[in-house]
C-alpha cells in the first residue's frame, strides 16, 4: 500500500519502491523550460536573471500560450513547441495544473521537473490527489521532481539554478551542501552572506519522489562537496538517512542538522515506563548521534558549526580532542566563557605548572593564569598577548587556540590596532604548529571589521565563530564528530547485524548509495507503528527474556497463599518478594501489589492473603501470586527497549527503581549495538558515579549491565513484534546484573 503523500514533510515512512531516477538533469540542465512565464508574473525573469548571475551556460526558454513573448524573449505555446527538448522543466504557474504539465513535459521528453512556490497546503483534497499524480507520472517516466512546495534548487559546481528567489552575486562558492524541507530557510542559506561557501542549495519542499535522501546521497558521491547542512522537519526514509549518514562519516564529511520538532508530539500512550521515556525527540537525538551526525537547535548553530567545519578543511587542521585554550580582553569574558563550557560540554583544561611558570616570568604582574584567561593590563597588548598565547602554545595541553573579543562591526582605530594585534598574537603563535587549531571568536553575533577579517583570511581562512555559546558548541561537537569518526573507521559501520537478520529484515546498507542517482525506497520497516498491542504476564515476559540470555529473577506462581508457602521454601531459607499477578496490572507498585523481604511462612502466608484481598478491592482479574526470590541489594537500574515508529528498536538504560521519571537520567541508542555501544551508554549517565561506588558501596559490574543490554537489544531487533520491554529494576552489584521486574508488551489485539 501506498503511503498517501503529504503537504509538508512529515516522519511518515514512504514504503513504495521506485526505480532509480538520474538527478543530473536537475542539477545540470543543458537548457530549462519555464511553463507560465507571464509579463503579470516576475518568476520567469527572476529564473532567468539567476542563471545570468551564476554565469551558466543553461539555455532559459519561457513557455506560455497566452503571450507571444515575456520579459523581453519569445513564448512558447508549449514545450513539445521548443526549439529543443529541455533537460529540465519548471512549472511556475497554478501548482494544482501540475499534473497535466508534468505529464506534458514528459512526453516532450524532459528527465526533470520542478513544482516551486506555495499555494499547495491549502489545497485541501485537490492537493493532495495533485501530488499522488505527479508522483505516479514522475515514477512511470523516471522524472527527477522537485518539490512541489519548494524553491528550487542552486548548484555552484554546474553553474546552473533553477530557483524562484533572487541569487546573491556575492554568495561564495565552496563545498558546503545546504538542504531543506523549508523554503524560508533555503533562502536563508541562498542570503547567509559571504560566511559559507555554497556547492549547492536545494529547497526540497513536499518531496513527492525526490527527498533529502537522493540530495545527500549526490553530495556526497560529488567530490567536490565536504560537508552538508541540514534543515528536516521530518524523514520520509529514515534507514536510508542512516546509511547515508554512515557513509558521510565513513568518507569525513560532516553532516550537520536541524531537525525541528523538539516539542511533544501526539503519540501512542505507553504501558511501560521505557516507553514514555524514550519520546520521539529523544529517539532522533540518539539516531543522529549514533550515525556521527551534528544536531544544532538553530540556525545560528547550524552555521557556527558549518564556518569551523570549513575552517578546519581550508587549515588542514583538526579539533583533535577538543582541548581548548581560550584568551580574552576582559575577566568579564574569561568568566562568561567559563560559564558557557560547563553549559555545552567545551573542554577548558587547566593551564599546565610548566607553561603557567613561563608566562608569569614573560609577564610578572600578572596575578592569575588561568584558562580562560584575560592579560589585559599585565603589559601593553603587543607584550601579553604573544606572552600568553605563546605559553598556551607550548604547553601541548591544547588542540584549539581561541581569541575572544568583542568589537563592533564599525570600529575606532584604536579598537582595530587591539585587535589587530591581539589576531596577530594568535596568529603567530599557532602558525608553524599544524597541531594547533587557531579560532577567532566574536563575542557576539556581528560581523567582524574588515581588517581583521583580511588578516583571518591571510593566514589560510582562520575560522572566526560569531557568538560566544555558539562557538562553544561548535567545538565541542567538531571534537565529538572526530571522536566518533575515529570510532567509526576503527569499528566499522554503526550498527552491526546478527545471523539472526537474514530471517527479517536487512537494514539499508551502502551497496545502495549509487553514483549520480536516487535509489529505491525499500520496503516498509518493521518497525512500522501499531495501534494493537497486549502486555503478557510477568512470568510470561521474564521467561522470553531468559531465553533470549537476559539474566533475569526466577518467579513461580502460586494461586492461594499456601501454594506461595510452598513456594517459598522450595527457594530455600532467604528472602522472597511476593507480587500480586493480574491482568493489566502493568506497573505493580504504583498500587502498593509488592512485598519485599518475606521470610518464614507466616509472613509469606500474611502478605499472599492481603495481595488476594488489594486485587478483590479493586475489582481486578486476579491470576494468582509470583514468588520470586529476594535479590541481593545493589544499585538500581531500568533497562527497557521500545519500537520507535520511525527507527525501529531502541533500547536504554539509566538509574531505575520507583523514581525513574523523577530523576529521568537515561542513555538511549539504537539497536542492534554492541558491548562498547553499551558501556558507552553508562558512561552518558548523569548519575555515573553511582555506578562505580558512592557512600561506600561497592561499584557495579558495567560488563553485566552491558551485556544484559546487548541481549535486549539483539531480541528487539529480531522480534518485530516486540513493541515495549521494561525491566525496572535491575539490580546491578559487583558481581553481575539481575532483572527483578519485567514487561513485555505485544503487537496485538488483547492483553496477556
Known amino acids: 500500500m501506498t503511503a498517501e503523500p503529504t503537504d509538508e514533510p512529515t516522519d511518515e515512512v514512504v514504503p513504495t519502491a521506485r526505480p532509480a531516477i538520474d538527478l543530473w538533469p536537475l542539477f545540470a540542465p543543458r537548457s530549462i523550460a519555464v511553463i507560465g512565464a507571464s509579463p503579470r508574473s516576475s518568476m520567469a525573469q527572476t529564473i532567468r536573471d539567476n542563471l545570468v548571475v551564476m554565469g551558466s551556460a543553461t539555455r532559459c526558454h519561457f513557455v506560455n500560450p497566452k503571450y507571444a513573448e515575456a520579459w523581453g524573449q519569445p513564448c512558447f505555446p508549449d514545450v513539445a513547441s521548443l526549439p529543443e527538448v529541455p533537460d529540465l522543466v519548471i512549472i511556475a504557474t497554478n501548482p ?15 528527465r526533470a521537473v520542478i513544482i516551486p512556490g506555495g499555494g499547495v497546503v491549502e489545497g485541501g483534497e485537490a492537493a493532495a490527489r495533485m501530488q499522488r499524480d505527479v508522483r505516479d507520472i514522475a515514477l512511470r517516466h523516471g522524472l527527477a521532481l522537485l518539490g512541489p512546495n519548494c524553491m528550487g534548487m542552486v548548484d555552484f559546481t554546474t553553474n546552473s539554478a533553477a530557483y524562484i528567489g533572487q541569487v546573491s552575486p556575492w554568495l561564495p562558492r565552496g563545498g558546503v551542501a545546504g538542504i531543506a524541507q523549508s523554503g524560508s530557510v533555503t533562502d536563508a542559506f541562498i542570503h547567509s552572506g559571504t560566511r559559507i561557501g555554497f556547492s549547492r542549495i536545494v529547497g526540497s519542499g513536499a518531496e513527492v519522489v525526490l527527498d533529502v535522501c537522493d540530495y545527500m546521497a549526490h553530495s556526497l558521491d560529488d567530490p567536490e562537496t565536504h560537508a552538508i547542512i541540514l534543515f528536516v522537519e521530518g524523514f520520509k526514509r529514515p534507514e536510508r538517512f542512516l546509511a547515508l549518514a554512515d557513509r558521510a562519516l565513513e568518507l569525513g564529511k560532516p553532516i550537520l542538522a536541524v531537525k525541528v520538532g523538539r516539542s511533544a508530539q501526539a503519540q501512542e500512550a505507553a504501558v511501560a515506563h521505557s516507553g514514555s521515556l524514550a519520546g520521539e525527540d529523544r529517539v532522533t537525538d540518539a539516531a543522529l548521534a549514533a550515525a556521527g551526525v551534528i544536531r544544532c537547535n538553530d540556525l545560528d548553530e547550524l552555521l557556527e558549526a558549518a564556518e569551523l567545519h570549513a575552517g578546519c578543511r581550508r587549515l588542514g587542521r583538526s579539533a583533535g580532542r577538543g582541548r581548548t585554550g581560550v584568551v580574552t580582553v576582559s575577566t568579564g569574558e574569561a568568566s562568561l566563557v567559563a560559564d558557557l563550557a560547563a553549559e555545552t560540554g567545551l573542554d577548558l583544561p587547566p593551564v599546565p605548572e610548566a607553561a603557567r611558570a613561563a608566562i608569569l616570568a614573560d609577564l610578572p604582574t600578572m596575578g592569575y593564569v588561568g584558562n580562560p584567561i584575560d592579560p589585559w593590563g599585565a ?3 603587543s607584550v601579553c598577548y604573544p606572552a600568553v598565547f605563546r605559553g598556551f602554545a607550548d604547553s601541548g595541553a591544547y588542540d584549539v587556540l581561541a581569541i575572544v573579543h568583542d568589537f563592533p ?12 594585534t591581539v589576531t596577530r598574537a594568535l596568529l603567530d603563535a599557532t602558525r608553524d604548529r599544524p597541531d594547533l587549531l587557531p579560532v577567532y571568536v566574536s563575542l557576539t553575533s556581528g560581523e567582524p571589521t574588515p581588517e581583521i577579517q583580511a588578516m583571518l583570511d591571510a593566514a589560510g581562512g582562520v575560522p572566526l565563530l560569531r557568538g560566544t555559546r555558539e562557538a562553544s558548541i561548535a567545538i565541542a561537537r567538531r571534537a565529538w564528530w572526530e571522536r566518533r569518526r575515529a570510532e567509526r573507521l576503527e569499528r ?4 552491526p547485524t546478527w545471523p539472526a537478520l537474514a ?3 536487512t537494514p539499508v546498507g551502502r551497496d545502495d548509495v549509487t553514483n549520480g542517482t536516487a535509489t529505491p525506497q525499500g520496503e516498509a520497516p518493521a518497525h512500522a507503528p501499531t495501534h494493537a498491542r497486549r502486555a503478557l504476564p510477568e512470568r510470561e515476559s521474564l521467561e522470553l527474556l531468559r531465553a533470549a540470555g537476559l539474566a533475569v529473577v526466577e518467579a513461580w506462581v502460586a494461586v492461594d497463599p499456601e501454594g506461595a508457602v510452598a513456594v517459598a521454601a522450595a527457594f530455600g531459607a532467604g528472602p522472597v518478594v511476593l507480587k500480586l499477578d493480574a491482568v493489566g496490572l502493568a506497573h505493580k507498585s504504583d498500587v502498593g501489589a509488592v512485598r519485599l523481604g518475606l521470610v518464614g511462612s507466616a509472613a509469606v502466608r500474611a502478605a499472599a492473603a492481603d495481595l488476594l484481598q488489594l486485587g478483590r478491592g479493586r475489582d481486578l482479574d486476579v491470576r494468582g501470586l509470583l514468588v520470586e ?8 537500574l531500568i533497562v527497557g527497549a521500545t519500537r520507535d515508529p520511525l527507527f525501529g528498536p531502541t533500547v536504554m538504560v539509566g538509574l531505575g527503581g520507583v523514581f525513574t521519571e523523577v530523576l529521568d537520567d537515561v542513555a538511549i541508542r539504537l539497536a542492534p549495538l554492541d558491548r562498547a555501544d ?9 548519575g555515573r558515579v553511582l555506578l562505580d561506588g558512592a557512600r561506600g558501596r561497592p561499584s557495579v559490574d558495567r560488563g553485566a549491565v552491558a551485556d544484559l543490554v546487548v541481549a535486549l537489544a539483539r531480541l528487539a531487533w529480531e522480534r518485530p513484534d516486540i513493541i515495549e520491554v521494561d525491566l525496572n529494576p535491575v539490580i546491578a552489584g559487583a558481581d553481575g546484573a539481575l532483572a ?4 513485555v508488551v505485544l503487537a496485538g489485539d488483547r492483553d496477556g
Not at 526470590?629 to 538500581?636: C, I, K, N, V, Y
Not at 553499551?678 to 548523569?686: E, H, K
Open 96 to 110: 494544482l495544473r501540475a499534473t497535466v504539465l508534468t505529464e506534458e513535459a514528459a512526453r516532450a521528453g524532459a
Open 379 to 381: 603589559a601593553d597588548e
Open 409 to 420: 562591526y564599525r570600529s575606532l582605530p584604536r579598537e582595530v590596532d587591539v585587535a589587530s
Open 492 to 495: 566499522g559501520p554503526a550498527r
Open 503 to 505: 530471517a527479517g529484515r
Open 629 to 636: 526470590p529476594m535479590a541481593r541489594p545493589g544499585l538500581e
Open 678 to 686: 553499551a558501556l558507552a551508554m553508562l558512561d552518558d549517565l548523569r
Open 740 to 743: 527483578v521486574d519485567a514487561l
